[in-house]
């Protein structure tokens, strides 16, 4: 069963800018100690925080608050699967939230996707609730249980 759905656009120029003009601190307000420590390893680090700011943005908008409701920018955070898969690691408000919209006796599945085309890049975020047995038959998926 969906839970949400979300999607967004940003201008990787626009993020570069950002992080010239306001350095660590945009990033320290936005993004995780591990997300930084993947982005600043790559060659186009702005392209790797832009994605997962979209991400941000896409994972709120699926959890139907948007940064409002005591979801925090911090709260999501990009995370790989040991496939190398992309997915969220929900905490705080965020998780508070994600647990409100999950049935009982379900778990909430996070599925993720992330792109660039410079100048832009996009994410996609769908939760989706699934039994326990589910979940656990599909362990190498991001499932995060209430």
């Known amino acids: 069963m969906i839970l949400g759905i979300g999607s967004d656009l940003v201008d990787i120029r626009r993020i570069e800018q950002v992080i010239e003009r306001f350095g660590d601190r945009f990033l320290d307000r936005v993004f ?11 060659a ?3 392209a790797g925080y832009a994605r997962r700011f979209a991400a941000k943005e896409a994972c709120s908008k699926a959890l139907g608050t948007g940064f409002r409701c005591g979801v925090f920018w911090r709260d ?18 965020a998780l508070q939230r994600l647990n409100e919209i999950t049935p009982p006796g379900m778990v909430a599945r996070l599925d993720v996707t992330l792109t660039d085309e410079p100048p832009i890049a996009q994410a996609v975020v769908i939760i989706t609730a699934v039994t326990t047995s589910t979940a656990r038959q599909q362990s190498n998926l991001s499932v995060i249980a209430p």
């Open 32 to 42: 995780t100690d591990l997300e930084r420590r993947k982005c600043d390893r790559r």
């Open 76 to 93: 999501l955070g990009v995370i790989n699967l040991p496939s190398g898969q992309p997915s969220m690691q929900l905490t705080g408000g």
């Open 44 to 46: 186009n680090r702005a």
